[in-house]
T-cell receptor
Framework: EAGVAQSPRYKIIEKRQSVAFWCNPI?????LYWYQQILGQGPKLLIQ????????DSQLPKDRFSAERLKGVDSTLKIQPAKLEDSAVYLC?????????????FGSGTQLSVL | GQQLNQSPQSMFIQEGEDVSMNCTSS?????WLWYKQEPGEGPVLLIA?????ELTSNGRLTAQFGITRKDSFLNISASIPSDVGIYFC??????????????FGKGTHLIIQP
């Protein structure tokens, strides 16, 4: 079974530029998450989708971050404009059930450096 | 919001030694999960715990769900080089139901010296 696919693996941009990340979850997984992991920290949830609807985006900085999952499968996360503090690894995860204790499967992440 | 505190932050051990790390929470959790992250990869689930007092093993790994539901520990016996990585504890962001997703601790960085 193929895992969660993310691209690109690495991205270097200058502040105030825009960037987009792509995620393809495990086939059949209805729930998709985007996490931000700053160096030395644990992952922090940015947004959660159930199929193509947003379940929780309370921690997404909506003035610059946006995400969509139009057909309930692939998802993109965009940052516009980027700030220095956005340098982090952006992880996509998916799961096949809702409820407490659900098991998340993570992709390898996109490492973003903002200069 | 919920906070998970992991200790120690890092561990330097010799191959073959046993390892113990723990995680405490500012609030009660109904589920505890332990993940491992290797360089350049996403976290991978090791063990999930669903009941207070539960003790669960996965090979050389053993994890326990604390009786108070505010803590959990992870033990690794007879460590080997491939155990190197960062170990995260995690719990549901919303223990009262509703939106899910996980909140993570800051991790314990395990380094094995030859």
């Amino acid at each position: 079974e193929a895992g969660v696919a993310q691209s690109p693996r690495y991205k270097i941009i200058e502040k105030r530029q825009s960037v987009a990340f792509w995620c393809n979850p495990i086939s059949g997984h209805a729930t998709l998450y985007w996490y931000q992991q700053i160096l030395g920290q644990g992952p922090k949830l940015l947004i959660q989708f159930q199929n193509n609807g947003v379940v929780d985006d309370s921690q997404l900085p909506k003035d610059r971050f946006s995400a969509e999952r139009l057909k309930g499968v692939d998802s993109t996360l965009k940052i516009q404009p980027a700030k220095l503090e956005d340098s982090a690894v952006y992880l996509c995860a998916s799961s096949d059930n809702r409820g407490q204790g659900e098991k998340l499967f993570f992709g390898s992440g996109t490492q973003l450096s903002v200069l | 919001g919920q906070q998970l505190n992991q200790s120690p932050q890092s561990m330097f051990i010799q191959e073959g030694e046993d390892v113990s790390m723990n995680c405490t929470s500012s609030s009660i959790f109904n589920t505890w999960l332990w993940y491992k992250q290797e360089p350049g990869e996403g976290p991978v689930l090791l063990i999930a715990l669903y009941k207070a007092g539960e003790l669960t093993s996965n090979g050389r790994l053993t994890a326990q769900f604390g009786i108070t539901r505010k803590d959990s520990f992870l033990n690794i016996s007879a460590s080997i080089p491939s155990d190197v990585g960062i170990y995260f504890c995690a719990g549901p962001r919303n223990s009262g139901g509703g939106a899910d997703g996980l909140t993570f601790g800051k991790g314990t960085h395990l380094i094995i010296q030859p």
